[in-house]
């Protein structure tokens, strides 16, 4: 039962930019959104593998939080290449703040303790087991009828 969610992302983004704004695509700084955090999920017999791609990100600019039967993993990263010359004075200055996140359900039965996560090259790799909810059997409950 892993769905993305689709909260902050535009489904329509890339189809549209390609008819009527395909100059907007050529000013991402180098670092086009579409590309961050693309996901791989395979499902096994006991759970769900997910593979994110995070490009230029180190481990401390990662988080994973579980919140309501929600995985959001969320990146930020500050890039700052500064140039100057023999006096002192800038040639160049570049920055670069970025951030990006993402929603996954995996259902309310789904503890922080079930879900395995590895950072390496560039890629983060969370496991998370199937949960079925756990079924509340109604129990009956009887009222004293006095008389």
């Not at 086009?32 to 955090?37: D, G, N």
């Amino acid at each position: 039962m892993l769905m993305p969610s689709i909260f902050g992302e535009n489904l329509f983004d890339d189809f549209f930019n390609d008819f009527t704004r395909p100059a907007k695509s050529l000013m991402r700084y180098n670092t086009p959104a579409s590309s961050v955090m693309k996901t791989d999920i395979k499902e096994t017999a006991t759970g769900y593998e997910l593979d994110i791609d995070l490009p230029g990100y180190k481990k401390s600019d990662v988080q994973a939080e579980l919140k309501d039967g929600y995985l959001t993993i969320s990146a930020s990263t500050t890039k700052d290449d500064s140039e100057k010359n023999k006096d002192g004075q800038y040639i160049r200055r570049e920055r670069y703040y970025g951030a990006c996140s993402r929603s996954f359900y995996v259902g309310e039965a789904v503890t922080q303790d079930d879900i395995r996560a590895k950072f390496e090259d560039g890629i983060l790799k969370i496991s998370v087991p199937k949960k079925e909810p756990k079924q509340e059997v109604e129990e009956s409950r009887y009222i004293a009828i006095e008389g």
